[in-house]
């Protein structure tokens, strides 16, 4: 003979998910749009800072005697020169 089967009961006193409300879904993608915002303007300055360094080391202009292979606007010259 086999033993009758007793099923085993638990009770949980809180739930055990949380309810999850249309504020926090708002405030979790106000804070992603934030973070992303950050990264894309810290990417922008390192980016920017880089070429500022790098017109820095390698200066090509005939102010600083070095000839550049670049077409002149002619901007500097005053009007009907």
Same mark, same amino acid.
């Given at each position: 003979?086999? $033993? /009758?089967? +007793? /099923?085993?009961?638990? &009770?949980?006193? $809180?739930?055990? +998910? &949380? &309810? @999850?409300?249309? =504020?926090?879904?708002? @405030?979790? =993608? %106000?804070?992603?749009?934030?973070?992303?915002? #950050?990264? !894309?303007? =810290? #990417?922008?300055?390192? %980016?920017?800072?880089?070429? @500022?360094? #790098?017109?820095?080391?390698? /200066? !090509? *202009? =005939? @102010? *600083?005697?070095? +000839? !550049? *292979?670049? +077409?002149?606007?002619?901007?500097?010259?005053? /009007?009907?020169?």
């Amino acid at each position: 003979m086999q $033993e /009758p089967i +007793t /099923p085993v009961i638990i &009770e949980l006193a $809180e739930p055990a +998910t &949380e &309810e @999850i409300t249309v =504020a926090d879904i708002l @405030i979790g =993608a %106000f804070s992603f749009t934030g973070v992303l915002l #950050l990264v !894309a303007v =810290a #990417l922008a300055v390192l %980016f920017a800072g880089g070429l @500022i360094g #790098l017109r820095r080391l390698r /200066p !090509a *202009n =005939a @102010i *600083n005697g070095e +000839t !550049a *292979n670049q +077409t002149s606007l002619g901007l500097h010259l005053p /009007p009907g020169s």
